[in-house]
């Protein structure tokens, strides 16, 4: 450890060098190379698909098993729900990320059912329960950070077993679609069109021929797309849709406009009129944003619309308390007025906004008066990201009723609607009307608030059990106070008008932003998850419904909010380091749940420190004292938090005008190989690198593309020159795939995996055992390379085409855990594939080392004669470069054949399973074998089949005989271990707290039998 010691102790030094020492190395001016940040096209993003599919029927690592480990308890972004309205235990449950569920069993248990298609991404669905026929519309429309763009429409003819594409590719997102009450081939379909680019593929379309052709019958501009559409189920020739003006990119976002409306159809949505505007009672202008629709079933005169309202709340008129000082005032106030106010109503703000300690009223006029700041940078001292998200004052959500089919509206809601909407109303926008009672009716937001006089008053729903953010709803037509509910955390169902709630969340269907381990045994799985805040549990979870009896969920909450990053300290395994959005970050005792906030040090006056909505902090490994932290700025703390400088200066292109954060850094790396090796990347596409602990940094991003978002920069840990940097243009809707590798610091580039598809990436990462393998996941899965990023190759291992967010390779247990965001957390063995040399692969065929099991008398054993027997799986791992069969023969070393197993082996890794039987023909050689060797103190064996009729093997050394079809052998000795004695020792008890199926185990160990 003296290295480290002298490390840390020489950037310590370094602490008193001058204040220029900060500051950036001047960048030569260096041409740069623009990237042609073009809108990427329908037949590109097919080729895409196509390109992946050949990437996975190539990959010799296919078959390599994952595991999905949960958690589900914590769920993902549900966008729609469709429920059998004759059997309402019987629905499909639309996730954002997640693809889609189909329940029979109300909730209890969940099957996925669009895994494997071009996207996973859905904004919403329409189910003909009749003729069991699902319409798919991909793309959610909830403009969200990570509402992935969809690729139009898709359609099951047979409950979702098979899909077929539908066409409106260039869609992206979809809001609605609806169905014809009488003709299954007509449909339409609310487009919402691309969410960071203008395009002319969004409004209302309408097929007639079951989806084959697609007919635009309303359009307004390449900025407006249709949010919305409803039917009247008395007439289908009457339609209403709603048009959203929207402009949304990485720094800004234009919620609404003039070309926000409804429109009206009564030939059946062939033509339209607009209904909202004028005189209409419903307001439309520069401030409408999105638009949700409702049509009241029993008398389809009466509709209902929910609005976002971005119009600016009136100012109040408060009378000026002399002795109270308020933001708004401010942002007003000159500087006469600042150092005539009182000591004590300016220390009473102080304290109030928890200024630190030493600015006081005397300070703070002193610096006023010297004209080094103005009164407004008092109250941009305090102002965040956050605070300008939830208390900018706009009207916000606003309901509206009309009676007369939409000839005229007003507004219902008697007061504000406040804290349903604040100012992100794009991110819901429904209302739903109870089917047999006009005046009750739902709307959500950030709560779920019911009303039951037409809209005027509202009561809470969402009541313990239920999370916030709602985007999806069902009321039983035959029960109004049966309702399945659909939000952020799941999905709920109640039987009580919403005062009591069930969670239905089987699925693992949790969106990870950011993942990391830590070095107990078993290892823990940590992570971020969108507003689910952080979670960690063991690594070798596997997911059952046992923890209900045992009462104890084995995945944990740390930290409430949108869960971003985590550092865990590797030295105790207990001390974590995590937040939530825009850089509000904690160290948590895991044990103790104390919580330590990490604050960076500003001077009042100083220009704002902006912080990306997914923060970046890194623990070192080299010392586990010394946090890194970046907002626009790098920072360092070498006492574990408790204090940081700030080292550098802007690590960004500057400041961009709008109202998202943006100009920060979104990733950082230290070499494994070097402390105070570190490289950090922004959201506007700079990477910098830092030889110095950060002192200095040098900007090495000129030959790179530019203006992508850096989604990751990762140092290598085998050579120390050696930098991946990835890059994301995913908020261009351009969906190129960008990796590249530099072994010189990053003085120069080299692009890497141009045979990946197009698919926006999101991580590289190098295995850290085998310099030649990397790993990237991009928005639909996870590519690895065996020749440092010549070529790559799908890993598929029984994960669907999700977005992976973030990825880690365990240093010791080779495990390869990948983040996805909308399909949870899956843990897969790379063992194997580490040993997967260019001497092996070009082997005929190779055996793994086998790892000797244990035998177990109780096997075969069946406790009760209704349950099914038991399944063992012994796993053989081998490698063959040619498809074809594979023979398999386990013998003695006599050259007796016990058991003979065949494989239809694709090249690549392949993974037989062995039930540690023997073959019943070779039953009597066998038992004669075993009483030829045994020893002569042991009793004589006598084989018989077990409860399940199998006969098994017994301990001793054994032989597997691979045999390829071309005839090329190899063979592996293998031992089958006798179980330890347990006659003379004390007997273990289970864990008081395990599960049922825990204490079952230990009485099979045991060979303990329960009597009744």
């Not at 059997?87 to 569920?101: E, I, K, R």
């Not at 009136?314 to 308020?326: A, F, I, Y």
């Not at 598929?796 to 240093?811: C, E, I, R, S």
């Amino acid at each position: 450890m003296r290295h480290l010691t002298l490390a840390v102790t020489a950037l310590a030094v370094a602490c008193a060098l001058p204040p220029d020492a900060v500051a950036q190395k001047k960048v030569k001016k260096i041409a740069t190379t623009p990237a042609v940040i073009s809108i990427t096209a329908p037949a590109e993003r097919m080729a895409g698909v196509q390109q992946r599919q050949k990437l996975a029927d190539a990959s010799l690592i296919k078959n390599i098993p994952f595991r999905s480990v949960g958690p589900t308890v914590m769920s993902g972004r549900v966008v729609d729900l469709d429920v059998n309205p004759d059997n309402p235990t019987q629905f499909y449950v639309a996730y954002a990320s997640g693809g889609l569920w189909r329940t029979d069993n109300n909730g209890i248990s969940f099957t996925p059912l669009f895994d494997n298609e071009a996207v996973m991404t859905i904004g919403a669905i329409a189910v003909d329960w009749k003729n069991n026929t699902i319409w798919i519309g991909t793309g959610e429309s909830n403009a969200s950070r990570s509402s992935y763009a969809g690729l139009g429409m898709y359609k099951s003819l047979d409950g979702g077993k098979t899909w077929q594409h539908l066409g409106l590719a260039d869609s992206h997102h979809i809001g609605r679609i609806v169905l014809h009450p009488t003709n299954p081939n007509t449909a339409w379909v609310a487009a919402v069109g691309h969410l960071y680019t203008p395009n002319p593929e969004r409004g209302i379309y309408k097929t007639t021929d079951g989806g084959k052709t697609w007919a635009k019958t309303l359009y307004i501009d390449d900025k407006t797309g249709a949010i919305d559409v409803d039917i009247d189920p008395a007439n289908p020739q009457v339609l209403y849709a709603s048009m959203w003006h929207k402009e949304r990119r990485a720094w800004n976002f234009v919620e609404g406009g003039k070309t926000s409306g409804i429109y009206k159809s009564t030939d059946g949505g062939t033509t339209w009129k607009l209904i909202t505007g004028g005189s209409s009672g419903f307001p439309q202008d520069e401030n409408s944003g999105r638009i949700g629709l409702s049509i009241f079933p029993k008398s389809t005169n009466t509709l209902y619309a929910i609005l976002d309202n971005q119009t600016a709340r009136p100012k109040k008129e408060q009378k000026n308390d002399p002795h109270k000082l308020t933001k708004d005032q401010l942002r007003v106030m000159s500087k006469d007025d600042f150092l005539k106010a009182e000591d004590a109503v300016l220390t009473e703000y102080l304290d109030e906004q928890n200024f630190p300690e030493k600015y006081t009223a005397k300070s703070l006029k002193e610096l006023v008066q010297s004209d080094k700041i103005k009164p407004i940078a008092v109250l941009e001292y305090t102002d965040d990201a956050n605070s300008r998200i939830i208390n900018t004052d706009v009207i916000g959500a606003e309901v509206y009723r009309s009676d007369d089919a939409g000839q005229s509206w007003r507004k219902v809601n008697a007061d504000y609607l406040d804290g349903l909407y604040n100012t992100y109303g794009y991110y819901f926008g429904n209302v739903w009307i109870a089917p047999d009672n006009a005046d009750k009716i739902v709307i959500a937001g950030v709560p779920v608030i019911r009303s039951e006089d037409g809209g005027k008053t509202y009561k809470g729903m969402d009541n313990g059990n239920v999370h916030a953010d709602h985007h999806a709803l069902w009321i039983n037509p035959k029960n109004n106070n049966h309702m399945i509910l659909g939000n952020d955390g799941g999905v709920n169902i109640t039987y009580d008008n919403g005062k009591t709630w069930f969670k239905a969340n089987t699925p693992a269907v949790a969106q990870f932003y950011a993942i990391a381990v830590d070095m107990a045994k078993p290892y823990n799985v940590y992570g971020g998850l969108q507003d689910n805040g952080v979670w960690f549990g063991p690594g070798n979870y596997k997911a059952s419904y046992d923890w209900f009896d045992g009462g104890q969920y084995p995945y944990k909450r740390l930290l409430g909010g949108d869960g971003m990053q985590v550092q865990v300290d590797w030295r105790d395994n207990n001390t974590v380091y995590t937040g939530f959005q825009f850089g509000n970050y904690f160290r948590i005792n895991r044990q103790t749940g104390e919580m330590k906030r990490l604050t960076v040090p500003q001077e009042v006056g100083e220009a704002k420190l902006r912080w990306n909505w997914q923060a970046p902090i890194l623990l070192s490994r080299h010392n586990q004292d010394v946090v890194y932290f970046g907002s626009n700025r790098f920072h360092r703390s070498m006492n574990r938090g408790d204090e940081f400088k700030t080292l550098s200066g802007d690590l960004t292109k500057g400041l961009k005008t709008g109202d998202v954060s943006f100009g920060t850094l979104t990733t950082i790396d230290e070499s494994p190989l070097k402390f105070g090796l570190l490289y950090v990347g922004s959201d506007d596409g700079l990477v910098h690198v830092s030889q110095d602990g950060g002192y200095t940094w040098t900007r090495i991003s000129d030959k790179l593309p530019q203006d992508l978002w850096v989604s990751r920069v990762t140092a290598s840990a085998h050579d120390e020159g050696t930098v991946y940097v990835s890059l994301n243009g995913y908020r261009d809707d351009h969906f190129n795939a960008y990796v590249f590798r530099s072994t010189d610091y990053g003085q120069t580039w080299q692009p890497i995996g141009t045979d990946l598809p197009m698919e926006p990436v999101n991580v590289v990462k190098e295995d850290p055992k085998n310099s030649n393998i990397m790993y990237v996941g991009t928005d639909h899965g996870v590519y690895v390379s065996l020749n440092k990023g010549r070529t790559f190759m799908h890993l598929n291992g029984g994960m669907p085409a999700v977005a992976v967010h973030d990825l880690v390779v365990h240093p010791r247990d080779n495990d390869l855990i990948v983040g996805t965001h909308g399909r949870s957390l899956y843990i897969g063995s790379v063992e194997h594939l580490q040993q997967l040399t260019d001497t092996l692969t070009n082997k005929p065929i190779h055996i793994f080392a086998l790892k000797p099991a244990s035998y177990s008398p109780n096997w075969g054993r069946m406790y009760n004669k209704y349950e099914e027997a038991p399944a063992y799986k012994f796993e053989l791992p081998f490698y063959v470069k040619t498809a074809g069969k594979t023979t398999v023969r386990l013998t003695t070393d006599k050259g007796l054949t016990l058991k003979t197993l065949t494989d239809d082996s694709e090249a690549g890794l392949n993974y037989l399973t062995y039930d540690y039987s023997v073959d019943a023909s070779v039953a009597e050689g066998y038992q004669k074998y075993l009483n030829d060797t045994r020893k002569k103190d042991e009793k004589e064996v006598d084989l018989k089949p077990a409860d399940d009729k199998k006969v098994y093997l017994r301990p001793g050394k054994y032989t597997f005989v691979f045999e390829t079809s071309s005839g090329a052998k190899a063979e592996k000795e293998w031992e089958l271990k006798a179980p330890e004695r347990r006659s003379r020792r004390a007997i273990t008890l289970p864990n008081a707290y395990g599960s049922p199926g825990e204490f079952e185990e230990w009485m099979e160990e045991m060979s303990v039998e329960e009597t009744k």
